[in-house]
């Protein structure tokens, strides 16, 4: 599978967090895979894409409707931007090379990576396994600060409305949002006012109103 006359797919991915970056949205993606394709002389035929979803396993909408056509498609080569943005998991990687993908080449726009060459393909592999250990190192570190900081007393979690973190790194009551409490539940109780207008009123959402409005504030106050 070398040289021009190669047929292509290609695959784009973004998660929620990476949607706003530059360098990597979908419309960015898709010019450089198509921009890549054409340089190469490769025919395009389609490209998959995911939106919103991690690169933590191949659980994707997009990923399996592809996956699906290449076992009907003639297809030569699947090409991404960067190889995270199909996969984070070396075990992944290695089950859509060896199994999924039927022989069908990997092709990376940064790098200019292709599977189809024996140095490409131990390029990919190295690169997947040191996108996982990066990944793992990172979990690691985020455990232990966490340890770290439930050790010492500070506050690990979600901050409950009522409340934020003070410079000792423990929860403590923001005395303007429990006044904003008292007052919803004040309202709530006196005249009945429904939990939309409230929310309105406050800038809460319905959610939290109902929240405040049905929960005892001392239960409220979470553990120290």
């Known amino acids: 599978m070398t040289g021009e006359g190669k047929r292509a797919v290609g695959y784009i991915r973004v998660s929620t967090r990476e949607q706003a970056q530059e360098g990597v949205s979908l419309a960015a993606q898709e010019d450089r895979i198509r921009a890549f394709c054409t340089a190469k002389g490769w025919e395009l035929l389609r490209i998959y894409r995911d939106e919103g ?42 089950t859509l090379i060896e199994d999924l993908f039927a022989g069908r080449a990997l092709a990376a726009v940064d790098g200019s990576l292709d599977s189809s060459t024996a140095s490409g393909r131990m390029v990919v592999n190295l690169l997947g396994t040191v996108a996982q250990w990066e990944r793992e190192t990172t979990v690691e570190r985020t455990v232990a600060a966490l340890d770290y900081k439930q050790s010492h007393g ?71």
């Open 53 to 94: 979803e991690s690169g933590k396993n191949l659980d994707r909408p997009g990923v399996l409707s592809m996956i699906h056509d290449l076992k009907a498609d003639g297809v030569d080569v699947v090409v991404v931007l960067k190889l995270d943005r199909l996969t984070r998991s070396v075990r992944d990687l290695g």
């Open 154 to 224: 500070e506050w690990c979690g979600r901050i409950p409305f009522g409340f934020r973190i003070g410079e000792d790194g423990k929860l403590t009551e923001d005395p303007k949002a429990m006044k904003t409490i008292q007052a919803v539940k004040r309202s709530r109780r006196r005249s009945g006012t429904s939990y939309p207008k409230l929310a309105k009123q406050y800038g809460l959402s319905v959610g939290t109103v109902h929240k405040l409005c049905t929960t005892d504030l001392r239960v409220m106050r979470p553990a120290r």
